[in-house]
């Protein structure tokens, strides 16, 4: 049962780090944050709960954390967190948006703090299966590892690799024979530890995937060379950590699978939170090819021969499976290019691919009879897999002297099988409709078909996503967590949390709390923003852009040191680099013209030397950059950045507002936005010495109601406004 003398434990172990690490100066708001920590987890009943035997109903406790620019939250939720798992003998998970925090956990702040914690701790990093490599499958490729003569035991290679294969050169093929071989010896000899992300140079999708370690194709204990499986070991690594760091992909692709610590009973970190909501549409959403098919005649091929061998009577239902779920495919791409195919191809190529939204969610009529009969021959012939996947596993515990054929054999469907998975799944959320009659209340799912044009092959795919990350992350996420943190530097927006709580399922949670931790920074006195108006409107992109560059090349004429220049889109970004002056080429570096972290070393040694530089970038520039100090005296923001709901999911969402009578561009874009503007404001002030000016040359800022709500959610800068120029 929860405890309130776990919360008094807990601060005082985050007190005592505090006093213990040399140089560190205590933060009221730092304090604030790790108290509101110990007091959640304090709250929360771990465990299994027997709600026959009387016992009361399990406490749930979430905190949602704003913490901003210099809190230090990192330490403001590991030291209580930690302390507080080491009490309740649990562990805590710590999950985040990005490498570079998970590697910043890792590599600096929890060793930092095991090295200042009184009680001991290990921790570890969690990583998807498909990061790993897998021996058999390298050994095989490599030619190291022996073969049972089966004619198909060289293709597990998936199907955009297949295809590729008739067209790749001899000396193509003897490179990847290399590649292979290379790999496993560096494997062999210790100087390789079988992570993809720690090789020099990582490999391309289409060569990695054949030697992944993914789950589909494992064969788990069963598997010959389990003892030196890479991902078993790392997977030892999680079962003794008290501290595990994963990311927001793994935590929801892996809910109910036993990869990481049972929810209802740890202790959970979500850092880079805003980041979840996005993720969860991402990970929840599906989509099927309709065009290439072979692989469903190698899968069944394959099925039908492994499972004669392990004598599994369901085989005999694969024939008529397979081949009803093959002609079913074929008839919906003719029906989808009869119903569609006129807008599809009427899409410049030039953009991606192009592609066609069902309005409403509703489908056409003619779709819905050739959808069930897939989902329904998809479901029969998973359930046949299933029947002689049990059937292999059986032959494994029972002939393991055999077990490297029956292996590989494994290997072969699960390759496979989870292209019929995705068929299955798409195909049942597709015909997601609203009950007759119920039509109240029932959220359609985004459903749209795009087609591609690969050389001379065109490819068409269907595609279907929940539309309100919230509802998805309700369902699948909180229902299992008893305790959580949810942390950000920007979870408010336009100054409210009921942004974020509506998008990450926690509006109305009478579990959840709030709390917004200000920044240590001044910064009215360190920062000033810049309100430069334009005479053009930026609605009207032409003659703004032109006018905005103007503007931006006077100002950049003044900057001595570092900046930063963030761009709406890549056709902006262009016409300034164009418009450079010659002495001005060398002071700027443009993002994708070098590599993140040589673009980034470079801007370090110019502004180190004393020399101006100047980053010219896009949306993933805004966020998460950490350039104090002279590095970042100045950030120019040349447009409001607006993200219309202008996808499939997003123009699903906005369309399903307004027909239940609310406004998208109040309650989506203008929100959205704040966090975003946020975001790249916050690239400004880094430290409490650090001084620097923000511009934003988009008049609505100032000029719109919107753009006061904006305002609300910048940092309290001293704000001076610029009218246009003539």
């Known amino acids: 049962m929860p405890s309130p003398e776990w919360a008094a434990q807990a601060l005082q172990s985050f007190d005592a780090v505090v006093q213990a690490t040399p140089g560190f100066r205590s933060r009221g708001g730092q ?105 058999l499958k390298l050994e095989r490729l490599a030619g190291t590892g022996g073969s049972d003569g089966d004619a198909e035991d060289d293709d597990l290679f998936p199907e955009e690799a297949a295809s590729a294969r008739p067209r790749r050169s001899h000396q193509e093929a003897e490179a990847r024979m290399q590649f292979y071989a290379s790999m496993a010896k560096t494997l062999t000899q210790g100087a390789w530890d079988g992570d993809r992300d720690s090789l020099e140079t990582p490999p391309e999708p289409e060569a990695w995937s054949p030697v992944a370690a993914e789950g589909a194709s494992c064969a788990g204990r069963h598997c010959p060379v389990f003892s030196q499986c890479v991902y078993y070991d790392r997977r030892k690594d999680l079962v003794g950590a008290q501290v595990i760091v994963a990311n927001h992909d793994l935590l929801l692709s892996s809910l109910g699978a036993r990869v990481l610590p049972e929810l209802d009973n740890c202790l959970l970190v979500l850092d880079e939170a805003h980041h979840l909501p996005a993720t969860a549409l991402q990970q929840f959403a599906c989509s099927a090819n309709l065009s290439r098919l072979g692989w469903i005649d190698r899968l069944a091929s394959r099925a039908l021969r492994i499972g004669t061998l392990v004598e599994v009577t369901e085989v005999a239902d694969i024939p008529r ?166 942390t950000s530097a920007t979870l408010t927006s336009c100054g409210q949390f009921d942004f974020f709580l509506r998008e990450s399922g926690l509006h109305g949670d009478e579990a959840a709390t709030t709390l917004e931790v200000a920044s240590p920074f001044n910064y009215a006195a360190q920062g000033t923003l810049i309100a430069a108006e334009t005479r053009a409107d930026p609605k009207n992109a032409a003659e703004f852009t032109t006018e905005m560059v103007d503007a931006l090349l006077n100002d950049l004429v003044h900057v001595r040191y570092g900046a930063l220049v963030l761009f709406t889109s890549r056709e902006q970004m262009r016409q300034a680099v164009d418009a450079l002056a010659t002495h001005m080429r060398n002071r700027v570096l443009v993002q994708n013209q070098l590599p993140r972290t040589q673009l980034l070393a470079r801007h370090r040694e110019r502004v180190a030397d004393g020399e101006p530089s100047i980053i010219f970038g896009m949306q993933s520039f805004g966020e998460g950059l950490d350039l104090p100090g002279r590095l970042c005296e100045s950030v120019f923001i040349t447009k409001l950045p607006f993200a219309p709901p202008d996808d499939p999911v997003g123009e699903a969402r906005a369309e399903w507002l307004r027909a239940v009578g609310r406004d998208p561009f109040s309650e989506l874009v203008v929100p959205a936005t704040a966090i975003r503007l946020a975001q790249w404001a916050g690239r400004a002030i880094r430290t409490e010495e650090d001084q620097a000016h923000v511009y934003c040359y988009d008049k609505r800022l100032t000029r719109t109601s919107y753009g006061q709500r904006l305002l609300k959610g910048l940092p309290p800068f001293t704000l001076e406004r610029r009218g246009a120029a003539g």
């Open 321 to 486: 499976h397979s081949s009803a779920l093959r002609q079913t495919l074929q008839d919906l791409e003719r029906l989808v290019m009869d119903l569609y195919g006129p807008a599809l191809r009427s899409q410049p190529s030039a953009w991606g691919p192009a592609r066609a939204r069902v309005p409403r969610g509703v489908l056409p009529e003619a779709l819905i009879e050739p959808l069930g009969q897939l989902a329904h021959h998809a479901n029969g012939f998973l359930e046949c897999l299933r029947a002689v996947s049990k059937a292999l596993r059986a032959e494994m515990r029972d002939k393991p002297d055999e077990a490297r054929r029956l292996s590989q054999l494994y290997a072969q469907i699960g390759m496979l099988a989870p292209r019929l998975e995705e068929v299955h799944a798409t195909a049942q959320l597709l015909l997601q409709e609203a009950p007759a009659g119920e039509t109240q209340g029932f959220v359609p799912p985004a459903k749209w078909f795009t087609l591609e044009v690969d050389n001379d092959f065109i490819l068409v795919r269907a595609h279907a996503s929940p539309i309100l990350p919230g509802s998805t992350l309700r369902g699948h996420l909180w229902s299992s967590v008893r305790g959580a943190v949810l």
């Open 31 to 135: 304090r604030r944050m790790a108290e509101q920590v110990a007091q959640t987890f304090s709250c929360a009943t771990l465990g299994k709960v027997d709600e026959d035997s009387g016992e009361p109903a399990p406490t749930r406790a979430i905190a949602v954390i704003q913490a901003g620019t210099g809190v230090g939250k990192s330490l403001a939720y590991c030291a209580p967190a930690i302390a507080m798992a080491l009490a309740r003998g649990t562990r805590v998970l710590i999950s985040t948006a990005t490498v570079a925090l998970q590697e910043q956990l890792v590599n600096k702040d929890l060793p930092a703090l095991a090295a200042q914690m009184e009680q001991p701790f290990k921790f570890a990093l969690a990583k998807g299966r498909g990061r790993y490599v897998c021996r």
